[in-house]
């Protein structure tokens, strides 16, 4: 029998008692037949319970869910206090139009002569291609938006004839690309371009709709069982933009893995090193990004689906605040962990994808509204970039380390440059760093899986009930093992844990404004070669992945991801930097300073494209 554990209420709880503990999971490395013969195993009716059991058992999952009294009460989904104004922002009404909100943002960036780039002015050893670059582009001439697209087509036709194969793409229609190009191009000719993001290409991650592609959520079968008859809300509000939308996205199955491998559509390869992964579940559209393929691409963040891969691919990924953002429209849309988010080589270009598709649901504006308030959410927000004086906030801002919990890497290369950059942040703009201790990491982990696990299990019941489980890869047949042994008090117990980690961080941003860590514990992993065909499960990989990633999640925190240098092995390194509630404009002014400071050190990937530099 276990034995009991009280835990004291959180408000009362000591810190100074707090110890950090390095995460221990305690699960096989699997692939090839063993992976096929241990998937036998867990779905087998008395077997699989008592090794899902036993597994549950040695990663302190049962004592933590059935074994402990948690004085809190349950919190179904992020449940926020009272959030004060941000400084040196400007405010927008998100009942506008995406395209006008898109131009007020575009007002809010630093002064920037796209000019000077053609003419080779000043440039850096490497620089991605603004959207601003293809604005004025377009504008002056020099290129058109159909130009642009025929390139991107000749790229992506080539991909599956690659060695090894590249697959970014589920679902491609050259012909709509062809369509949608030229009525951007007659736009510019006849000056009448809808918005900055006008003949600007992105792709949309696989489980997000953009009609009339199919939305698999990279399965074999999710098309057969949900139509698309529409674009999701923020694909529509793309569109409105002139948005030149590519095709799906490659993603790890139904997003259940942190890693991208996909044995369905085959394996996204990471563009800075082609026998390593993505990272996921957001692969793909990562990769898309940073091959300079597309200026941006919507991934979805359920356990940092953006940022993972962002980081690893050495791009920019933002996970919006819970309900920041619609998720109508997307396979994943009745959860409350997950977000669509833009990812993109730069944060301004971040911040113009994000103008466009913000916006809470109807009902989010009034179940997400702060605790003990009438008001509604707060309103969006953008950083005011284009003013120097404004740059002088930066030095009011404390961030918050908990050193410990920065140092859990699996390579000191991480930290080191981690720490380099707060650093330089503190000599250039005068930023605090502030020591601070987060209770309870193994709890919050645990209260996320059994969130993710339940609410995925919740969506795909019918459909495994009818006989699609099978259908799944051989991890995700493994994931759906462990959710289905989720009981109804395990479900509880974790939103309880949900309250009082919410209530620890609350705390701690009393006394911080933004909370630094690296964005993974590892870079880009090797892809094992006799991984690609079944897949794999690796639980150590995915924990050094997630070590730093579930706030945002279960929590409903919005953070970002900005790449800030490599590791010895030329590997992308990402900082990681999470806000308060609702506080998107602090994160991207951050963002966009720490990027400036790490301009000159970044690297053309290995496998990249100058899709702009048409010859």
Not at 133 to 162: F, G, Q, W
Request: charged letters at 20%.
């Amino acid at each position: 029998m276990g034995k009991k554990r009280v835990m004291v209420p959180a408000k009362d709880l000591d810190l100074s008692t707090v110890k950090y503990e390095h995460e221990v999971i305690k699960a096989p490395h699997l692939m090839g037949l063993m992976l096929k013969l241990f998937v036998r195993m867990v779905e087998a009716p008395v077997l699989g319970s008592l090794i899902m059991s036993f597994l549950k058992k040695q990663n302190k999952m049962v004592e933590m869910l059935q074994n402990t009294v948690i004085p809190e009460a349950p919190m179904f989904k992020p449940e926020f206090p009272p959030q004060d104004a941000e400084p040196s922002v400007v405010i927008v009404d998100e009942e506008r139009k995406p395209e006008d909100r898109a131009e007020l943002a575009l007002k809010c960036l630093p002064h920037y002569d796209p000019a000077s780039c053609w003419s080779g002015d000043s440039l850096p050893s490497f620089r991605y291609w603004k959207i601003r670059d293809y604005a004025y582009a377009y504008r002056s001439k020099l290129v058109t938006p159909s130009m642009v697209a025929e390139k991107i087509i000749s790229v992506i036709e080539d991909c599956n004839y690659h060695k090894p194969p590249t697959p970014l793409l589920i679902s491609f229609d050259a012909e709509d690309i062809r369509k949608q190009a030229a009525a951007s191009t007659r736009r510019f000719e006849e000056g009448n371009q809808l918005s900055i993001l006008d003949g600007i290409f992105m792709a949309i991650k696989d489980d997000i709709d953009c009609y009339p592609h199919p939305s698999k959520g990279a399965t074999t079968w999710m098309h057969e069982v949900r139509s698309v008859e529409k674009d999701a809300v923020c694909v529509s509000r793309l569109r409105s933009c002139g948005v030149i939308l590519v095709g799906k996205a490659n993603m790890h199955e139904l997003g259940m893995g942190t890693t991208g491998n996909n044995p369905n559509y085959g394996t996204t390869r990471n563009p800075h090193a082609v026998e390593r992964y993505t990272g996921g579940s957001s692969s793909g559209p990562a990769a898309i990004v940073a091959s300079g393929l597309c200026s941006a691409a919507l991934g979805t963040d359920g356990g940092g689906s953006v940022r993972i891969p962002s980081s690893l691919c050495g791009v920019v990924g933002l996970k919006t605040t819970y309900g920041r953002t619609s998720m109508e429209g997307s396979i994943c849309d009745a959860g409350t962990v997950e977000i669509i988010g833009p990812i993109a080589s730069t944060v301004e270009d971040v911040i113009l994808v994000y103008a466009a598709i913000l916006g809470s649901s109807p009902d989010n504006r009034i179940c997400l509204r702060p605790v003990s308030s009438r008001t509604l959410i707060p309103p969006p927000c953008f950083p005011d970039l284009s003013s120097l004086e404004n740059a002088n906030t930066l030095g009011s801002l404390r961030l918050g380390k908990y050193t410990e919990w920065f140092n859990d890497v699996h390579s000191t290369d991480i930290s080191d440059i981690c720490e380099d950059v707060l650093k330089l942040l503190s000599k250039s703009h005068g930023c605090e760093t502030i020591e601070i201790v987060i209770p309870e990491l193994h709890e919050m982990r645990t209260a996320h899986v059994v969130s993710i696990g339940s609410e995925t299990q919740c969506s795909l019941n019918p459909d495994c009930e009818d006989g699609k489980g099978v259908k799944l890869t051989y991890d995700t047949r493994i994931s759906m093992a462990l959710f289905r042994s989720f009981t109804a008090s395990d479900y509880i117990a974790a939103q309880c844990l949900r309250r009082r980690i919410m209530h620890h961080h609350m705390e701690i941003f009393k006394k911080v404004d933004v909370i630094v860590t690296p964005t993974t514990g590892m870079t880009a992993p090797k892809i094992p070669s006799s991984a690609l065909k079944d897949g794999e499960t690796d639980m150590q990989v995915t924990a050094y992945l997630m070590r730093f990633i579930i706030a945002g999640n279960l929590l409903g925190l919005p953070a970002i991801t900005v790449p800030v240098g490599y590791d010895k092995q030329g590997l992308p390194i990402g900082l990681q930097l999470i806000g308060r509630p609702w506080g998107e404009a602090t994160i991207l002014h951050l963002a966009s300073a720490v990027e400036e400071l790490c301009a000159k050190s970044r690297k053309k990937p290995a496998s990249f494209y100058d899709i702009l530099n048409i010859k």
